[in-house]
Structure formats: structure tokens, C-alpha cells
């Protein structure tokens, strides 16, 4: 055990997710690999790269077969922080892999993911990272196709592990892995870019005793599932309006990006998309502002509003 390399897994949907819970079972069956767990302790989809900055987290141990395991109070970035820290385990992995998550993660959603935030937290202290995410899709989609994602993820883990273990592995990037619905008879790895590709939100007023379609992580709707809507601990007076996000339908601008992620990944490929953590804006905005910025002072009055 001591020469395997170690991997830490993380994710947004919660220790108890299927998704993680198949990854995790993936990599400890292959006797390759060191597993390390520390994981939100509840569902925290959406949540981008929020972290917990004022209060303490707790951390509870879990029982996950040939893993070792926590389940933090906190969010996926939280969770990957104090996993590498040193404070939480007595090591710091080799690879941090988050996922595999409900839903696809591509293009602007990218951007709310609480998946990729888990890997991107590992990206920004130096650590290796690769976020995992299946294209589930209500009707079609099954648990046991997270087994299938995590097996197709292994090649590539691996071949990581090895750049690792050979200092060859580039660490200004990390890994964004796309799995397709029909991930049994996916079409193979594709080099991807991230995309543009959105889901536009809405809001409809709703009442407590409504049911809903379950929300995913990226934003899309499972309308095979239907759960309450949850008030939390807020005391609900009669003037209170209540409102609830909606899937509008979504929004593939792709642009002039010809090797985008989502357009790949419908056509049935596992995308692999190199992500960084700057934002730049896009071709063209940086000249227009060179040359608006000067001229700034000359709107202050009022008459050219």
C-alpha cells in the first residue's frame, strides 16, 4: 500500500451519491490505488467555489469499503482543501478526482459547478485534479451507468498517475471528464474546449406543499424524480411569496469554437477539456476598453445620460 499512489475523492452531491460512491468502488476494486474520501456530508450541487469562511466545518468518519473516509460539513472546495491540508489526513494525494456527478458539467455551467470546484480547489494549491461528470438523462439513465463511467475513467487515471510519478505532468491546467448518457457505447476520449453551452433559469411562484421536478447539479431538470419544496428552517408567515427555479430550455451558441464540449458529448464522446482559473474575457472586449477607458471622464454630467 505504501508505494500506491493516492487518490482523493471528492464531489458536490454528497458522500452518499451513487456517483461517488460507484467511483469509489471502481477504484479500490483495481487494488491500484490508496483511496482517500472527504466528501460533503449532504447535497451541495451549484454551489460553485463557495467556501465556509468564519465558522468551523465538521467532519464525521464514514465506513466506505477499502476507503478512508469523512463527511464534512462544509462545500466541495471546503472539502478538498481540508483533505489535501495534511490536517485531516497524514498525507496529501497524488490526484484529487471530483465526481462523478448527476449531470453533465460543460460549457458556461462550468462556471456553478460544485464539481469542478472540487478539483479546481486542488488545481489552485499545486495538486493534481480531475473532475468526472455523467450526462444523466431521465428515462434513459441508470445507477449502474456510474460503474460504467468510473471504469471508462480509468485509463485515463491512470495515465495521469503515471505523468505524476514521472514529474511530466503539467500543473497550470486540470481536467474536466464529460461521460455521455449512453456511456456503454460511448465513441471514445475527445479533446475538448469548454463551450457556451447553457441551460437559461426562470422563476415560478410556488406553494410549500408543491412537488417538482429534482434539480441537478447543472441546473437541468430529472423529471422522473419529484420531491417536496424544502422551506428549510425558515419561519413562513402569510406574506411570505415563495418561488422556485425552472428550466427554460437550453442554449447551444457554440460560436466559433469547433471543438466545444457539449457538442461532442451529445454526439457520445467522453470529453476531456483542459480548464484553468483565469477569466479572460473574449477576443476583442480588452481593445474596445483600451480605448473607452480614457474617455470615461467625459460622461460625468448629466446631459449625456
Not at 203 to 209: I, K, M, R
Not at 219 to 233: H, K, L, N
Not at 258 to 271: E, V
Request: aromatic share 8%; hydrophobic share 40%; proline share 5%.
Amino acid at each position: 500500500m505504501e508505494n500506491q499512489p493516492t487518490i482523493m475523492v471528492t464531489n458536490d452531491d454528497g458522500i452518499d451519491a451513487p456517483g461517488l460512491r460507484a467511483l469509489v468502488q471502481v477504484l479500490v476494486s483495481t487494488r491500484r490505488f490508496q483511496v482517500l474520501v472527504c466528501a460533503p456530508d449532504s447535497e451541495k450541487s451549484a454551489m460553485s467555489h463557495s467556501i465556509t469562511w468564519r465558522d468551523p466545518i465538521a467532519a464525521r468518519r464514514v465506513e466506505i469499503d477499502g476507503a478512508t473516509a469523512y463527511a464534512i460539513a462544509g462545500t466541495p472546495a471546503d472539502c478538498t482543501s481540508l483533505g489535501i491540508s495534511k490536517s485531516l489526513f497524514p498525507l496529501i494525494p497524488d490526484l484529487v478526482i471530483s465526481g462523478i456527478n448527476m449531470g453533465s458539467n460543460c460549457g458556461y455551467h462550468i462556471v456553478y459547478s460544485g464539481t469542478v470546484a472540487g478539483a479546481r480547489e486542488a488545481f489552485f494549491n499545486d495538486i493534481p485534479a480531475i473532475s468526472v461528470s455523467y450526462n444523466w438523462f431521465g428515462g434513459q439513465s441508470k445507477v449502474e451507468n456510474f460503474t460504467l463511467s468510473a471504469e471508462a475513467c480509468i485509463p485515463i487515471i491512470t495515465a495521469v498517475l503515471v505523468e505524476i510519478k514521472n514529474k511530466t505532468y503539467p500543473l497550470r491546467c486540470f481536467l474536466n471528464i464529460d461521460l455521455p448518457t449512453d456511456v456503454a457505447h460511448n465513441k471514445g476520449y475527445k479533446l475538448t474546449k469548454q463551450g457556451k453551452s447553457i441551460y437559461k433559469m426562470g422563476w415560478s411562484q410556488v406553494t410549500s406543499d408543491m412537488q417538482g421536478g429534482k434539480m441537478l447539479s447543472t441546473m437541468t431538470m430529472d423529471t422522473d424524480s419529484t420531491a417536496p419544496i424544502e422551506t428549510g428552517a425558515l419561519n413562513l408567515s402569510q406574506d411570505h411569496l415563495l418561488f422556485k427555479r425552472e428550466v427554460l430550455g437550453g442554449k447551444l451558441d457554440e460560436g466559433d469554437i469547433d471543438n466545444a464540449d457539449f457538442k461532442f458529448l451529445q454526439q457520445g464522446y467522453i470529453t476531456v477539456t483542459p480548464l484553468g482559473a483565469l477569466s479572460h474575457a473574449e477576443i476583442g472586449c480588452h481593445s474596445y476598453f483600451k480605448d473607452w477607458l480614457p474617455s470615461v471622464g467625459e460622461h460625468l454630467s448629466a446631459s449625456s445620460l
